[in-house]
């Protein structure tokens, strides 16, 4: 651990922090802030020079930044959200209560509160409002000599300069990129146009789900890709940072749902308390509920249980099997939909897939199962009556069914949310566990009802 860390942790002096923070790397300098309450963290931050302030609140691994903002001085939080990048500060100024937001926009300049409120329509998690306004583009009639001095004019003003951006001189869109490398590789005399790809550029829109950006820029390869408008005038560029960024997050969400509760956006530690209960607690009551009804299934086969009470004896095995087997079908599944290797059309392949595979799993659990009940038999660990061979067979035949069943009805589940227009993630282990333990009793006593009537039914 470091001395800056053992001073934010053990109790700190602000000015004395600061000075330390202001020699660290940025990263770092996170990290202690991280650890620190909002309105300490605050009294830091407006000691640290303005470029280093502004540096750490453009860091998205800051847990609280707009109430770090919140607990600076009207005027020093204004100064910072303006030196921010526009995406970052449009991100802060969103989390911000209505009165605080009100005030700080008054006192930004119009430029910045027109970018930033720009930023702000744009739905949650798409392309417009992860993209950052700060690029550098010129028009296609400038040299590559041009373009450079612009560069050294801008550079710092821009968050990235991963490629120039060429811009038709009269209608103002997009009829190009040139990246940073071709550029400085170029003859100064050259048209910069001259070194852009023939073919049109890579571009999405705004409203295109941050998921499918994270797409494109992996299928093409891309460290940014351009925001264009309807008619092609560029509005913005997402950066392979902030789609890092939003992959990260993405996945907490998707790990959190499948894992039975609703996505939570703070930090485990900064989570209150009445928010903890309730993302877990309304998950929890539904699957309550829901198993239930698997109460009710063992009811409605009392009698057959009070007549072949060996036959409870293999409930835990049967349920969780099923189980099992619709979990491992739905994580494949949810995974494989969001990466694209099967698309909503492909469910009948699916299907078709899933069958046999849930046949040949089952019938390789039932011979265990078979094989389990054998020996306990024939060694003397148990008795399991005498029609113990037809109880073997009712257990191996339940097995295969359960399982060709979670396996099928599991890779159905994201199928059918997707079409629903909700999120795959939410057919989570615990809640296909709880579909087919229903109908896993259900098939497991319709199957013993099948074999042992005349015996032990």
Not at 12 to 38: C, G, I, M, Q, T
Not at 386 to 406: K, R
Not at 434 to 446: E, K
């Amino acid at each position: 651990m470091t001395d800056t860390q053992d001073l934010a942790e053990a109790g700190f002096d602000a000015a004395a922090l600061a000075e330390r923070l202001a020699h660290n790397d940025v990263a770092d300098s996170v990290d202690v802030l991280n650890k620190l309450a909002p309105e300490d963290a605050a009294a830091v931050l407006g000691r640290l020079p303005a470029e280093t302030a502004v540096e750490i609140l453009d860091k998205p691994e800051l847990d609280f930044g707009a109430q770090i903002i919140e607990a600076l001085s009207r005027p020093t939080a204004a100064a910072l959200l303006t030196g921010m990048s526009a995406d970052m500060a449009a991100d802060i100024v969103e989390l911000l209560d209505e009165d605080v937001r009100a005030e700080l926009m008054a006192r930004l300049d119009e430029l910045t509160r027109a970018t930033i409120a720009s930023l702000l329509q744009y739905p949650e998690n798409t392309a417009g409002a992860m993209m950052t306004t700060e690029f550098v583009s010129v028009p296609a009639s400038w040299t590559v000599g041009q373009t450079l001095t612009h560069i050294r004019q801008v550079e710092r003003t821009r968050e990235t300069v991963y490629a120039i951006y060429v811009l038709d001189p009269v209608t103002r869109r997009l009829v190009g990129a040139v990246t940073l490398r071709r550029l400085i590789s170029g003859e100064p005399s050259a048209n910069i146009l001259s070194l852009a790809p023939s073919r049109a550029p890579i571009t999405t829109s705004p409203l295109t789900d941050r998921e499918e950006v994270a797409r494109l820029i992996t299928k093409y390869d891309l460290l940014a890709v351009p925001v264009v408008d309807k008619a092609g005038h560029l509005r913005g560029i997402v950066t392979v940072d902030d789609i890092i960024d939003a992959i990260i997050e993405e996945n907490t969400e998707d790990v959190q749902k499948f894992g039975g509760m609703a996505a939570i956006e703070e930090p485990y530690l900064q989570i209150r308390l009445p928010d903890m209960i309730r993302k877990r607690g309304v998950w929890l009551c539904l699957l309550f509920l829901s198993e239930m009804l698997t109460a009710s299934a063992m009811q409605y086969f009392e009698g057959e249980l009070q007549k072949a009470l060996v036959l409870t004896l293999f409930i835990p095995l049967i349920m969780s099997s099923g189980g099992n087997s619709g979990s491992q079908a739905t994580s494949l599944l949810i995974r494989s939909l969001a990466l694209q290797d099967v698309r909503l059309s492909d469910w009948w392949r699916v299907a078709l897939r899933e069958l046999p595979t849930g046949v040949i799993l089952g019938g390789g659990l039932g011979v265990i199962g078979m094989v389990r009940i054998i020996l306990w038999q024939k060694l003397g660990f148990y008795d399991y009556g005498e029609h113990w061979g037809l109880v073997a067979l009712t257990v191996a035949a339940a097995l295969v069914g359960i399982v060709t069943f979670g396996s099928v009805a599991g890779s159905m589940l994201p199928f059918a949310l997707q079409r629903l227009g909700l999120d795959p993630a939410s057919a989570s282990a615990p809640f296909v566990a709880t579909l087919v333990d229903v109908t896993g009793l259900m098939i497991y006593f319709s199957v013993a009802l099948l074999i042992l009537r005349g015996t032990l039914l």
